[in-house]
């Protein structure tokens, strides 16, 4: 290296020329900014350093020695600076940093889409790659948890894997976005069947909305019979027919007995009248399997029937009277003259009818069409005809 001031050679780790003692510029082509911090740098160090040259020779004291075992000094190290250069360089490197992470990023959010994640759990699905597609399927539920198409795919990812459970728990809420979805309920009758969860199979047919859902979950379980009326309060006498989905023989009680061990078998309609009754019925097919038991009460109450309705009343007349009786609907009216049951010897009442002749005792009943007989009506007639 040779030294500016005196062109005297110098060798390499020295920081001073040894011939005039002028500081060495180690980095070469510095700018004036450059120039003015790297002198100030050396400048400090000449100061630190003016009593230590002898004879025109750097010599560092004993004092001033690193206690360190003597190498070989290697190359000294440039003062960081950063030139044009550098920032130019740092400048590039932080764009293409920023290049880079959008051409990661941006293919990385295009496919973990919803419609991304949707498509290639459909594609997983129909190569029967089931994990696979419940991992896609998990995905689009998490962007869209509303999703029908996402949640009807999981519990049939589920149901495909084995998860009973899980599936279950989809489906459920897949059931309940749409409820008439067949192909829902064929999951869910699967799942239950592979839990052995027959009460939950009764449940879900009570709730069925359609009667093409009762026809899918009648083939998993034994239905219990059902009643052509439907249990309840009446006024008047029921006929109750039992029927089995598959024409299963049916067996039943009327007082309260179980009809798998005390029922009688079904060959005709039941008829039921006044008071409160109790019909237990049971299917049994072709196996020997029972169904549940299916219960309805029926209370029957008759309507009180009034007492007729008869004009004109009783009492004296001259005159020829016609006598009406008012019949309610549902009902017959039956009446006698001679002061008779009516309700067993009396006529049928159609039209109205004359009054008879001297002093008469009539009797009207009403009967309804279940044969309740209301209270008889009494009336004294005298017809004394005037003769002149």
């Not at 798998?260 to 299917?283: D, W």
């Amino acid at each position: 290296m040779i030294c500016k001031k005196c062109q005297a050679e110098i060798e390499n780790g020295l920081m001073y020329c040894p011939k005039c003692g002028e500081p060495i510029q180690l980095v070469p082509e510095y700018d004036v900014l450059e120039e003015e911090l790297l002198s100030k740098v050396v400048e400090d160090k000449r100061k630190s350093k003016d009593d230590k040259f002898a004879n025109g020779v750097y010599q560092v004291n004993e004092e001033d020695k690193e206690p360190v075992p003597q190498t070989k000094v290697g190359p000294v190290k440039e003062p960081l600076v950063f030139t044009k250069k550098i920032i130019t360089l740092i400048i590039i490197a932080i764009v293409a940093v920023g290049i880079l992470s959008v051409l990661l990023i941006v293919p990385y959010v295009s496919s973990h889409t919803y419609d991304n994640s949707i498509n290639e759990a459909m594609t997983a699905e129909s190569k029967e790659e089931y994990a696979k597609a419940l991992g896609y399927y998990e995905e689009a539920y998490d962007i869209d948890p509303d999703s029908l198409e996402a949640v009807f795919g999981l519990g049939r990812m589920y149901y495909q894997v084995n998860d009973y459970e899980n599936a279950l728990s989809m489906l459920k809420l897949a059931v309940s976005m749409d409820p008439d979805n067949i192909d829902i309920y064929t999951y869910m009758l699967d799942c239950l069947n592979k839990l052995g969860d027959t009460d939950a199979i009764y449940d879900l047919y009570e709730t069925s909305s359609t009667e093409e859902i009762k026809t899918l979950i009648s083939q998993y379980i034994l239905l219990p019979p059902e009643f052509s009326v439907p249990a309840g309060e009446y006024e008047s006498d029921q006929i109750i027919q039992l029927t089995s989905g598959g024409n299963y023989k049916i067996f039943y009680t009327i007082n309260g007995k179980n009809p798998i061990n005390s029922g009688k078998l079904y060959s005709k309609p039941i008829t039921i009248k006044e008071g409160t009754t109790t019909i237990k019925a049971v299917a049994q097919n072709n196996s020997g399997e029972y169904s549940q038991i299916a219960e309805a009460e029926y209370i029957i109450s008759y309507p009180e029937l009034g007492m007729p309705v008869v004009s004109p009343t009783d009492g004296v007349y001259t005159d020829l009277v016609m006598i009406s009786i008012e019949v309610p609907e549902g009902c017959r009216a039956y009446y006698t003259w001679d002061g008779t049951d009516p309700a067993t010897n009396g006529i049928l009442y159609t039209e109205p009818f004359a009054i008879l002749e001297g002093s008469s005792v009539l009797s009207a009943v009403l009967i309804d069409e279940d044969g309740n007989v209301g209270p008889v009506y009494r009336g004294n007639y005298i017809y004394q005809p005037n003769t002149n």
